[in-house]
């Protein structure tokens, strides 16, 4: 019996499947029940067309035993099976697909899934096993044959005798180490777990020996007595919730899929159940959390979505299929598109990848956008825990998309101190109101406070609350919306017009007298000081100039404490305002003491636009002074 060499420069092949492609070993039962998954499949669509092949999908499944005194893990099926040529051409030259050519061959509109390949999966059993044995007799064939193997030194197949049709794929384990203990997969509790997470929807049933702890004839409550019997069991469910039709799925089941499947005791605030046919086919189910995770602005969050190739789990959480702006969505996405082979390790699916995630992405968009529109009570109770992360989306890097995004955010207004939505609040704007304008603080109570609200509140124009950090960078992002720009109240220009009053020469003198006293007097404080055009009853505001805002320099000063970023500082008086005429007054007959109420002017500016002077002590000192 001469030993065989692999093919195609296999050993290195082999030596890099068993130590670098898979990241994790544990997969090895997963390539070999989707192998055998497929041999039953070929079986099956075989049984459809020759009366004699005589099964039924009923006769077919899979069947797991583990001998631990042996070390051996044995993985049967009684599919198609293999003659010797098939063994040659699959199991001979790795990376050989012949569920790829028997996927070729058939006709177009046949209903099979062949989810998996003998090739590149099956060798990595290798990464467990020091032996691996495969015992299989093809269909309609009366000679079974043997392969072995030990590894990259080659392989011998021999005729063997096997009553039945169908493989058997006998795995010896390699002695356990200090770091690796292989013989966990000869437990009956891994065997279990193993199926439940990578193969619990592979539609024929894996079946297994269990031990069973029952209570004994004669036994009664009061006198329990037990004993250990073993029996076959099924182990995995074969039928994803996902594959069914949506109208036979009630909420209730949803919600237990979810709850038991991602960790979360209450139910999901959104179901999104979506099949699609076209460059990629596919079937997403997706939820959208009650609740936020505990740690979704952790460093260490995952963003994805677990990718399954016809039930078969291939990864926990791809981010590739999850657009950033929904990162709290969970779920996952099955497609047949997503072959079962070296690139679930290597994700060599990019294309279909980006397609499925765009489809996914326009998807969640219009079931938020329809939740908006028609249960807004539901869809205020999803923007209070997630409205942050779409806005933190949107102005991550100024990013380009922040467009797609702009109709599902939303801001309080100063009108109805509710949420509204952008086009909402354009849509009420009174047709001269020129921006979108928005105040940013810590409450609502504070903003309208502001002095530079009083003229918007004469002019019925009302603005937006901004209340968290993010705010004014998603409107700088956006710019404008509906052609109308985004405008702060602490902008030294509003856009609105106001009625100057007729002054006399000497009323004009006297007001630039003030103005450049109060500028000398404060210096390099501020970069202008100058007559408001906006104050009704206060007597000084401070604004921004074009550029950098108040509140984009707190962010940046507590980013980087160190931060050169500063906003520009336009010191606006209220000519009409009796503090107004004091000052001019007392410049003349005490210029220090008319120095020390500009100082405290431009501190009482400063804390109403949110900005702690550099010096609280001298502003103190100022006050008992004048006291």
């Keep these: 019996m001469a030993k065989k060499q692999f093919k195609a420069e296999s050993k290195r092949l082999l030596d890099l499947m068993i130590n670098s492609i898979y ?3 544990e997969i090895f039962l997963r390539e070999i029940i989707s192998n055998a998954s497929d041999a039953l499949d070929k079986r099956y669509y075989a049984s459809l067309t020759d009366s004699t092949v005589g099964v039924s999908r009923e006769d077919l499944g899979i069947t797991i035993a583990a001998d631990k005194s042996n070390r051996v893990l044995t993985v049967s099926d009684n599919g198609i099976g293999m003659n010797k040529e098939e063994l040659e051409n699959n199991l001979g030259v790795i990376a050989k697909s012949g569920t790829l050519n028997f996927k070729q061959n058939l006709d177009q509109d046949a209903d099979i ?10 060798y990595s059993a290798f990464m467990v096993s020091s032996k691996i044995t495969v015992i299989t007799r093809r269909q309609g064939e009366e000679t079974a044959y043997c392969w072995e193997s030990t590894g990259a030194d080659g392989y011998t197949i021999t005729e063997c005798t096997k009553e039945t049709v169908g493989t058997d794929v006998i795995m010896s384990l390699k002695e356990d180490t200090e770091d690796d203990k292989y013989s966990e997969y000869l437990d009956e509790y891994t065997i279990r777990n193993l199926v439940k997470k990578f193969s619990d929807y592979i539609r024929y049933p894996i079946s297994s020996m269990v031990t069973k702890y029952e209570p004994k004839a004669g036994s009664t409550p009061e006198n329990p007595d037990f004993e250990t019997t073993e029996a076959m069991e099924v182990l995995n469910s074969m039928v994803p919730l996902w594959k069914r039709s949506k109208n036979d799925i009630t909420e209730e089941e949803y919600a237990t899929f979810y709850r038991s499947n991602f960790m979360d005791y209450m139910p999901p605030r959104k179901v999104i159940h979506m099949s699609v046919e076209g460059q990629v086919t596919f079937t997403a189910l997706l939820f959208i959390p009650s609740q936020m995770p505990y740690d979704f602005y952790m460093k260490d969050f995952e963003k994805g979505l677990k990718l399954y190739s016809n039930g078969v789990l291939i990864m926990d959480k791809c981010g590739d299929v999850l657009p950033e702006a929904f990162r709290f969505v969970c779920g996952l996405v099955d497609s047949p598109d997503l072959s079962l082979n070296i690139s679930r390790e290597m994700l060599q699916h990019d294309r279909q990848l980006k397609i499925i995630a765009k489809s996914i992405e326009r998807k969640i968009k219009a079931e938020l956008s329809k939740m908006q529109s028609e249960n807004r009570e539901e869809y205020e109770l999803f923007y209070g825990t997630f409205g942050k992360s779409l806005k933190f989306q949107m102005a ?5 998309q922040a467009k797609d995004l702009e109709d599902l955010i939303m801001f309080s207004s100063s009108k109805e101190k509710k949420l509204v939505t952008l086009a909402e609040y354009v849509d009420a704007m009174p047709d001269e109101q020129p921006y979108i304008y928005y105040a940013t603080g810590d409450s609502m109570v504070a903003m309208d406070r ?3 609200a009083e003229l918007l509140a004469d002019k019925g124009y009302q603005f937006l609350y901004f209340t968290e950090e993010v705010d004014e960078f998603v409107a700088r992002v956006l710019d404008k919306y509906k052609e109308k720009e985004f405008r702060s109240v602490n902008n030294d220009d509003l856009g609105i017009t106001v009625e100057e009053k ?12 003030v103005v450049n006293f109060v500028k000398e007097t404060l210096g390099d404080l501020v970069s202008q000081v100058i007559i408001s055009k906006k104050l009704k009853t206060s007597a000084v505001c401070l604004s921004a100039g074009e550029g950098v805002s108040f509140e984009m320099e707190r962010y940046f000063k507590q980013a980087q404490p160190d931060s050169q970023v500063v906003a520009e500082r336009i010191l606006e008086l209220n000519p009409d305002h009796p503090v107004f005429e004091k000052l001019g007054s007392t410049m003349m007959s005490d210029p220090v003491k008319a120095a020390d109420y500009a100082k405290i002017l431009l501190v009482q500016a400063q804390l109403m636009a949110g900005i702690m002077p550099e010096d609280p002590q001298n502003y103190a000192d100022l006050i008992c002074k004048l006291m």
């Design 23 to 25: 990241t994790h070993r």
């Design 113 to 122: 899934n062949a989810i998996g390949q003998f090739g590149v999966g099956f």
């Design 396 to 400: 991550s890097g100024f990013n380009p």
């Design 450 to 452: 502001l002095p530079q």
């Design 502 to 513: 007729d002054l006399t020469e000497d009323q004009k003198t006297a007001q630039n007298g």
